[in-house]
């Protein structure tokens, strides 16, 4: 029928529209129809639950032979060599200006740190994993020669609404995940402040894909909200990727299905009320149109169906499809 071939993807199309206008961007129709089916849902923590601009709270020095500037300076000059959300946020945090020429042997590796040399001293910057003997607990530790010198506490705030958008997950029955590569205490603290249902902390990049691949079941369909490069080969893998497209990096905006325009967490849950409201539309037109078919199918069987109805069957019944369809514009435009 001309009702079900104009009606269903004109839906698809609306719904992708007014998921635009909300400042959703899908890309496609398959990745709308499958947001209403999610049942878990990963998010990455940096950067998505929180604003992944960092502020420094305090900094512990363990060698007196260096002045708190003189930490500063060493970590700075390293980290104006690096792409990282937290190296962004100190330098803008400290806001001076920088001279890295002296920095060599500059080295990243990833979800660790940076590490580099300035005249003949080797510096590491990152994680516990990255510095020896760095048991304290912080967020980053820098590492002279061997040594553990100092320890930087960091501040990233969790984001507006990012609560709420796990309170209405959890009332859908979508089980929520998050994935960090921060230390125990750090996850926890977040992960228990939102009431997420699992968290998994101290990760690599490649224990996110690894880990995916475990709670992946045949049934399951699986959406990730992540923003950093890190984030790419998950976005991509997962059944629907969801990026941030303010703070997220080009990478994992490329890789995802779905990208939230204006890094508000809220969002997801509107785009998953557009994607269930296209869906209940598409099958009211579906009943609708096929019904209206059979009935005036049955009815010619009996002599009694006339030419009008054959044509109300065809293209009035379109026009009743398609205005039932622009209902999804004046839900959501509101």
């Known amino acids: 029928p001309c009702a079900i071939a104009i009606s269903v993807p004109l839906s698809y199309f609306t719904g992708i529209g007014v998921a635009s206008k909300n400042g959703i961007l899908v890309k496609g129709s398959n990745y709308l129809d499958n947001l209403s ?4 849902i990963i998010f990455d923590k940096t950067g998505t639950l929180t604003n992944g601009r960092f502020d420094v709270k305090e900094i512990k020095i363990y060698d007196k032979k260096y002045k708190e500037e003189d930490i500063i300076e060493i970590l700075l000059k390293g980290e104006s060599l690096s792409n990282h959300p937290i190296a962004k946020s100190l330098i803008g945090f400290f806001n001076r200006k920088i001279d890295s020429k002296d920095v060599k042997e500059y080295s990243e590796l990833t979800g660790k740190g940076i590490k580099y040399k300035i005249g003949d001293k080797s510096i590491k910057v990152g994680t516990v994993k990255m510095c020896d003997n760095c048991n304290m ?3 980053l530790h820098l590492n002279i020669d061997g040594k553990h010198v100092a320890s930087i506490i960091i501040d990233d705030g969790i984001k507006r609404n990012a609560k709420e958008l796990i309170s209405s997950l959890r009332s859908k029955g ?3 995940y998050m994935f960090t590569g921060d230390k125990k205490d750090v996850a926890l603290e977040i992960g228990n402040k939102l009431n997420i249902d699992y968290i998994k902390y101290e990760m690599l990049p490649d224990d996110k894909y690894k880990e995916y691949e475990k709670i992946k079941n045949q049934d399951d ?3 990730f909200v992540g923003d950093g490069i890190n984030d790419a080969p998950i976005l991509k893998r997962a059944d629907i990727g969801i990026s941030m497209g303010m703070v997220g990096s080009s990478s994992a905006i490329e890789a995802s299905d779905i990208v939230i325009m204006t890094d508000d967490l809220e969002k997801i ?3 998953i009320e557009i994607s269930k409201y296209t869906n209940k539309i598409i099958k009211q037109n579906l009943i609708f149109a096929v019904s209206v078919k059979i009935i005036i199918l049955c009815l010619s069987v009996f002599g009694i169906a006339t030419m009008w109805s054959a044509v109300f069957a065809d293209t009035g019944v379109t026009l009743i499809t ?9 839900k959501f435009n509101k």
């Open 322 to 330: 398609i205005l039932n369809t622009l209902k999804i514009i004046k």
């Open 174 to 176: 979508i089980k929520t």
């Open 137 to 139: 607990e912080a967020n």
């Open 37 to 40: 089916r999610i049942n878990k």
């Open 221 to 223: 369909i699986i959406a």
């Open 269 to 271: 849950d509107r785009g």
